[in-house]
């Protein structure tokens, strides 16, 4: 993230000034706005008006400027926490959901064949063989299970089983248990969980719910580092002992250490939580989102803009599908959702340019799918949106349209500032027997991701309400036609 005296810096050279001209022009002191950009000192708060009407900034710069401004009161630690969940979310939206061009379709020896004699294997180029073995002759059974208690910084393991889940051969069931981070301050935002989660989030959206993790927490963490081989790998055939960093494995194939390590992950296992839900029924789904959808406020990020808070009783009625054989449990649960969402005092809804655009040619929802909920015609496409526009305008709405990339448009993430995040998997989404949501309690993960989402109307990664409000009145302006 940008410095404020390096934005300030980068201003200086757009608009063609120098400090003592901006000093002269501003009435800021040329003094203080020298150490200002030299990093020595905080700008005075009243001075940053002046700034920001002789610079002539827009209103994107002014957001901008702002915010670096605040960012130098934040803690480190809640900054870096933010920047971790939207590199998460950018790696999404750059996801490659094609099956890789070519793939190995045979071993040219077993794993026994490979292993020989051996029982540790030194270096990467030994141990990732090993564990693509391994891997593979499990997922050649029909009952494949794979218990796991891998290290955080794996990324080969990961990368095997995501693009087995991408060119349909995963069909494994995966159990992983994690250790979790408990040291720290409980309020503040713990980096070591977060970047793990982070990195275990695209496994969970891509496995078709077969990927299972659980977490415990442990304040002992650096105890790993003084043994040799922390954590297993266990298939039917073997077990795969890796060292903290996975440059270092043991092979175990006698059948009393494979059982033995099996009871021993279900042991553990028996005392830790699960750390996400999925769940793909409809009804679930709607009563996911209420869940968390606090007394105060509701908080959600889409490729489309959320119209919750405008659907009265009548439009649920005459727009859910009645021939639907849950359609009575479906319907309650939806007349109670919206029916919150017109009460809240604090109403969310973060959205692309292309996703309203989308809404507004189909009438389709990409939440709920067509089999569930009828198009919605144009008129009350421009009824939706005109509502919109003027509750962002207003303020009762906070509103805005994302920069291209911010976030994927095949998921919906709704947080809680009470706790709970949901993953929604959408019509978008590329692996449609994938569809689902993920449901995590974690405390502290749910911070992070909750105070990324109420900070993204304040930052860079959106247009600001007035930019917001112009570009949909434009749309208005055109008019909604029939396709």
């Known amino acids: 993230m940008l410095l404020f005296s390096d934005y300030l810096h980068e201003l200086l050279e757009k608009k063609g000034l120098t400090v003592s001209a901006l000093a002269r022009i501003s009435g800021v002191e040329r003094t203080t706005l020298s150490k200002t950009l ?18 002539k900034l827009t209103p994107g710069e002014e957001k901008r400027f702002r915010n670096y401004y605040d960012a130098q009161f934040e803690q480190e630690g809640r900054r870096r926490s933010r ?44 141990v990732q063989p090993l564990l693509r073995m391994a891997l593979t002759e499990e997922l050649s059974r029909a009952d494949a299970q794979l218990l796991m208690t891998v290290p955080p910084s794996d990324t080969f393991l990961r990368g095997e089983l995501l693009q087995r889940c991408l060119s349909g051969r995963m069909r494994a069931e995966i159990i992983q248990i994690i250790a979790l981070d408990a040291s720290g301050a409980a309020a503040d935002i ?5 970047e793990y989660f982070c990195s275990m989030l ?11 993790p659980y977490y415990y927490y442990s304040d002992r963490l650096s105890d790993h580092f003084a043994e040799p081989f922390p954590y297993f790998v266990v298939t039917h055939s073997c077990v795969i002992c890796l060292s903290e960093d996975s440059t270092r494995a043991m092979l175990l194939r006698a059948p009393d250490q494979i059982s033995g ?8 296992l028996s005392r830790c939580y699960s750390l996400i839900q999925y769940t793909a029924d409809p009804v679930e789904v709607l009563a996911s989102y209420d869940a968390m959808t606090d007394a105060s406020g509701f908080y959600m990020i889409m490729d489309q803009p959320c119209f919750g808070r405008f659907y009265d009783a009548s439009c649920i009625r005459e727009y859910l599908r009645r021939d639907l054989p849950f359609y009575a449990q479906l ?47 144009p008129e009350q496409r421009q009824r939706l949106l005109t ?13 805005r349209l994302l920069e291209p990339g911010v976030f994927p448009d095949y998921l919906s993430m709704v947080t809680s500032a009470h706790g709970g995040v949901g993953f929604f998997t959408t019509e978008n989404f590329p692996l449609q027997d994938g569809f689902c949501s993920i449901h995590v309690q974690e405390p502290n993960l749910c911070r992070a991701f909750h105070h990324w989402l109420v900070h ?13 409000v112009e570009t949909m009145e434009k749309l208005l302006q055109r008019g909604v036609s029939a396709p």
């Open 387 to 399: 509502a919109l526009t003027e509750q962002i305008r207003t303020g009762g709405v906070q509103g």
């Open 456 to 468: 993204l109307p304040d930052g860079s990664e959106t247009l600001t309400a007035k930019e917001t």
């Open 190 to 194: 713990n980096l070591h969980n977060l």
């Open 261 to 268: 390590f099996q009871r021993h992950f279900f042991s553990l």
């Open 83 to 126: 920047e971790l969940v939207g590199r998460a979310f950018a790696d999404l939206t750059n996801l490659d959901f094609f099956p890789p061009a070519f793939e190995e379709v045979r071993l040219l020896m077993t794993l026994a064949q490979y292993a020989g004699e051996r029982s540790v294997f030194a270096g990467t180029t030994n």
């Open 38 to 55: 030299a990093g020595q000192r905080v700008l005075p708060y009243d001075a940053l008006n002046h700034l920001v009407y002789h610079l």
């Open 202 to 212: 695209p496994l969970c959206l891509l496995s078709r719910r077969s990927y299972h």
């Open 331 to 377: 319907e309650r649960a939806a007349q109670q959702r919206f029916g919150r969402l017109r009460t809240v005092e604090q109403f969310y809804t973060l959205f692309s340019l292309r996703g309203l655009q989308r809404f507004l040619d189909t009438g389709m929802l990409d939440d709920f799918p067509e089999a569930f909920v009828r198009p919605f015609p």
